[in-house]
């Protein structure tokens, strides 16, 4: 088979010298889109480029093709293969000049088969396919091909969405003395599963082997990982079920089973995924704590805490043990859920399993007790906080004064506002205010006029929408009220000022 490039009538052939000859193309076509490597044009933003191949790199890129040749010539550089190798690789987005150095760069000597690949590869990569066969024709005739060639040839056919070719490649190798086997039938899967958007070419690539290239369990690994990134669950289960129905159940196929467990999770299949976990613990298959830690995060992503619970269950009796992030992050969605109780199970089993409650892990819980108006249990919860020597956040202080004046608790308001003063809980202007306004609610107006002139003193802000709200309160009362907030406004222009 042979795959023709209209654009460009470049070849390489090697003489039975083993010097190898290539005349300069008229035309090349490049895809600069499909390749992340560095232009020579470019040569001097590469950081590692070594001082001989920057020498190179610069006389390619100013050099006439036809004078290339003579320009490396009269450098008096010698071509090893360390320099070849690396000026190939800087090379993918200037195939013309990768072509003349080439060849200069093979002249009295035999180049090796990683810089033969490398050229390969910077044809094919430029969609420069008849070139790429010549030089493929080329290293048949050094006796120096290998699977690596023909999984550069894959890569190069695929990327260019020219997937019956890279099939007909595949159908050749045996032509060129490379072996059709399953290594090289993976290297065309994982190619056309590595981003999940061709699963059907390769289903359609296998179907055409089946029965000539058993597969083994890498094979299943690639399509899973395919099926993952395509979203396709129901696909990935015909997998799994004919990989373990093939194989059977090892600890050595881990990886793919917990590429199709977090699957089954991050589609919304976690009962299932948790009955094939039950399975796997039964065949002795236990899997790592990176797969619990993963599944996790997605639950508590889906906001799922029921399936959260079961699988830190599981978890747990595997004797796995949770570290304080994962305790976090299953606590935050109990709290997100409401489901205080079960928030503190965790927060209380949480020791016996070497896990010690932070800041998060006591505000996240603090903070659904505010939501949920458990008034006695945030008083009690603050004091076990400060106990534990992590305090609330200011927002939680203020939020929780709120709710205790809502629910007619003040002195526990007025007890946390006290700490925040007393320990320097910053910034004070939220909690300052909701007080004020608690107290203004009960009508509790002499308080409200020493805390606000301490607040003042404090240069701490009061918002003009409280100052209303208390003027409102203090001018119902009598002239002596009515001239202490004219003496507390007064003094609040001089703190915003």
């Known amino acids: 088979m042979e795959a023709i490039d209209e654009n460009t009538n470049n070849s390489i052939k090697v003489s039975a010298r083993n010097q190898v000859i290539i005349p300069t193309s008229s035309s090349t ?10 232009r020579f044009s470019t040569y001097y933003d590469v950081p590692d480029i070594s001082p001989t191949a920057r020498i190179i790199c610069k006389a390619l890129v100013h050099a006439s093709p036809d004078d290339i040749e003579s320009a490396l010539s009269g450098m008096g550089i010698v071509a090893t293969h360390e320099l070849v190798n690396e000026v190939l690789k800087l090379s993918y987005n200037s195939p013309s000049s990768a072509v003349n150095f ?36 080329s290293m048949k005739q050094e006796g120096i091909l290998s699977l690596a060639t023909f999984a550069s040839v894959f890569d190069s056919y695929c990327g260019a969405c020219r997937y019956n070719e890279a099939f007909m490649s595949f159908d050749v190798m045996s032509m060129y003395g490379v072996e059709q086997d399953v290594v090289a039938v993976n290297s065309i899967l994982s190619v056309l599963c590595r981003e999940g958007k061709q699963m059907m070419k390769a289903l359609e690539f296998l179907d055409k082997v089946k029965d000539s290239v058993p597969l083994d369990v890498d094979s299943f690994a690639i399509l899973l990982e395919g099926w993952d990134k395509e979203g396709n ?11 373990v129905a093939q194989f059977g159940w090892s600890l050595q196929h881990i990886s793919s089973y917990e590429t199709f467990l977090t699957m089954l999770v991050r589609g919304g299949q976690t009962v299932e995924a948790l009955k094939f976990l039950r399975v796997m613990i039964e065949k002795n298959c236990l899997t790592g704590f ?34 304080l992030i994962m305790y976090n992050a299953l606590i935050g969605l109990l709290c997100n859920n409401n489901d205080i109780d079960k928030a503190f199970q965790f927060l209380d089993e949480m020791v016996f399993h070497g896990a010690f409650p932070d800041s998060l892990t006591y505000n996240m819980i603090f903070k659904c007790l505010i939501k ?66 608690g107290l203004r609610n009960l009508r509790r107006l002499s308080e409200v006029r020493r805390f606000a002139e301490d607040m003042l003193d404090r240069r701490i802000v009061v918002y003009e929408v409280t100052m209303q709200k208390l003027k409102n309160a203090f001018y119902k009362e009598n002239r002596s009220m009515r001239d202490k907030y004219d003496s507390l406004a007064r003094k609040c222009k001089t703190v915003r000022i």
Not at 29 to 38: D, G
Not at 233 to 239: F, G, N, Q
């Open 29 to 38: 076509t490049t895809s600069p889109s499909r390749n992340p490597r560095t």
């Open 102 to 137: 080439f060849r200069w760069a093979g002249r009295g000597q035999k180049l090796l088969p990683f810089a033969w690949n490398l050229m390969v590869d910077i044809l094919g990569k430029n969609e420069m396919f008849e070139q790429m066969w010549d030089a493929i024709r």
């Open 233 to 243: 669950v129901v696909e990935a289960k015909k997998t799994f079920g004919d990989m």
């Open 290 to 323: 990176k797969f619990f830690s993963n599944a996790l995060e997605i639950l508590v992503k889906q906001n799922d805490s029921a399936n959260a619970v079961m699988l830190w269950d599981i978890m747990v009796g595997i004797d796995l043990m949770p570290n």
């Open 372 to 437: 949920n108006k458990r008034v006695h249990e945030v008083g009690n919860f603050f004091c076990e906080m400060i106990k534990n020597e992590w305090p609330p956040t200011h927002l939680n202080c203020a939020a929780a004064i709120s709710m205790l004046f809502d629910c007619d608790e003040p002195e526990t308001a007025i007890e946390i506002w006290n700490y925040m003063v007393d320990n320097g809980i910053l910034p004070l202007e939220e909690s300052a205010n909701a007080l004020l306004i």
